[in-house]
């Protein structure tokens, strides 16, 4: 037997679903396990970040990277993992394009407090909590601003079967070779191209679960979307919200491919459409916020901002 191939676990701001999935391979940990050396993954083993910093650079083989970099902390361990891993991974949605907390550029970081902290009636005192805490970022860049990484795998979270997929790929020395198939690929409903007169809600009516629910008016992102995730959702009569973000080449702009298909589909008065979309940014950017046009105009915002204040 070969020895095990040393990899480390790195967690920025996230809810750990990725891991989670991680874990959900359940029997089949067995197998991979065991080629494992885990060399640093703070939130099960009893490793602390100096451990980490004082490894050789690249003498760990393969690094996960979940969730974005919203503090001081997250963008120091991402630049670590960079250096001390041959290949890095930008594991599930968060880290390969900011996921849903991206959202809250939308807002400066004093509304946020406001809302997380001063004006939350669930908060003690209504203040903002600064003792043994790292420094909270402006704004959420996506990770890849501050270091290259060598594979996406994205997801909200990834699969169990693409982690495994992945991670025995990798320990084979093969290339990891994902198919760039949408989820509408793997979609089983009837497509008849029917044009779209109406946009529903979600809980509005009930689908005819042989016909696709795009055509059925419900907005179902499919058709953009890479489909890692082999089509579970729409194959349970559920939309697609674009958790994996868009096929290959991924940085591109999801939200407004995903706009442009619905435009294609629904020939409706443009304020008609604005009207029947209740949230158009957490519909078509609720995962890829941080790579879009939008948000680098946001950071750029920023940085202009602290320029102005600095000068």
Same mark, same amino acid.
């Given at each position: 037997?070969?020895?095990?191939?040393?990899?480390?676990?790195?967690?920025?701001?996230?809810?750990?679903?990725?891991?989670?999935?991680?874990?959900?391979?359940?029997?089949?940990?067995?197998?991979?396990?065991?080629?494992?050396?885990?060399?640093?993954?703070?939130?099960?083993?009893?490793?602390?970040?100096?451990?980490?910093?004082?490894?050789?650079?690249?003498?760990?083989?393969?690094?996960?990277?979940?969730?974005?970099?919203?503090?001081?902390?997250?963008?120091?361990?991402?630049?670590?993992?960079?250096?001390?891993?041959?290949?890095?991974?930008?594991?599930?949605?968060?880290?390969?394009?900011?996921?849903?907390?991206?959202?809250?550029?939308?807002?400066?970081?004093?509304?946020?407090?406001?809302?997380?902290?001063?004006?939350?009636?669930?908060?003690?005192?209504?203040?903002? @909590?600064? !003792?043994?805490?790292?420094?909270? &970022?402006? =704004?959420?860049? /996506?990770?890849?601003?501050?270091?290259? %990484?060598?594979?996406?795998?994205?997801?909200?979270?990834?699969?169990?079967?693409?982690?495994?997929?992945?991670?025995?790929?990798?320990?084979?020395?093969?290339?990891?070779?994902?198919?760039?198939?949408?989820?509408?690929?793997?979609?089983?409903?009837?497509?008849?191209?029917?044009?779209?007169?109406?946009?529903?809600?979600?809980?509005?009516?009930?689908?005819?679960?042989?016909?696709?629910?795009?055509?059925?008016?419900?907005?179902?992102?499919?058709?953009?979307?890479?489909?890692?995730?082999?089509?579970?959702?729409?194959?349970?009569?559920?939309?697609?919200?674009?958790?994996?973000?868009?096929?290959?080449?991924?940085?591109?702009?999801?939200?407004?491919?995903?706009?442009?298909?619905?435009?294609?589909?629904? @020939?409706? !008065?443009?304020?008609?459409?604005? &009207?029947? =979309?209740?949230? /158009?940014?957490?519909?078509?950017?609720? %995962?890829?916020?941080?790579?879009?046009?939008?948000?680098?105009?946001?950071?750029?915002?920023?940085?202009?901002?602290?320029?102005?204040?600095?000068?």
């Amino acid at each position: 037997m070969s020895d095990p191939v040393p990899v480390a676990m790195g967690q920025g701001s996230s809810c750990w679903g990725c891991f989670q999935s991680l874990i959900d391979i359940h029997l089949g940990l067995a197998d991979i396990l065991p080629k494992l050396e885990i060399k640093y993954w703070q939130a099960v083993a009893d490793f602390k970040l100096h451990h980490l910093e004082n490894y050789e650079d690249k003498s760990i083989v393969v690094g996960f990277y979940e969730g974005m970099a919203r503090t001081e902390e997250d963008i120091h361990l991402l630049k670590v993992m960079r250096e001390k891993c041959q290949i890095l991974i930008a594991f599930g949605s968060c880290s390969c394009f900011g996921g849903i907390p991206t959202l809250a550029n939308q807002s400066d970081i004093e509304e946020c407090y406001d809302v997380k902290f001063r004006e939350n009636k669930t908060f003690k005192d209504g203040k903002v @909590p600064s !003792e043994n805490l790292p420094r909270i &970022e402006p =704004v959420v860049r /996506p990770n890849s601003e501050y270091v290259d %990484f060598d594979i996406y795998l994205p997801g909200c979270p990834p699969t169990s079967k693409l982690i495994a997929t992945a991670i025995n790929a990798l320990l084979a020395g093969e290339t990891l070779d994902l198919p760039p198939h949408t989820v509408c690929h793997y979609c089983s409903r009837e497509k008849k191209e029917t044009p779209i007169t109406e946009i529903l809600r979600p809980f509005t009516g009930k689908a005819d679960p042989e016909r696709c629910l795009l055509e059925q008016g419900y907005i179902c992102l499919g058709s953009s979307t890479w489909g890692l995730c082999e089509g579970q959702c729409v194959n349970k009569g559920v939309t697609c919200r674009g958790c994996f973000g868009p096929p290959p080449p991924i940085m591109s702009d999801y939200g407004a491919a995903a706009m442009s298909m619905l435009g294609t589909y629904a @020939p409706i !008065e443009p304020d008609k459409l604005v &009207e029947q =979309v209740k949230d /158009p940014l957490g519909t078509f950017y609720r %995962f890829t916020y941080g790579t879009s046009h939008l948000n680098r105009m946001r950071v750029r915002r920023e940085d202009m901002k602290q320029a102005q204040e600095e000068a």
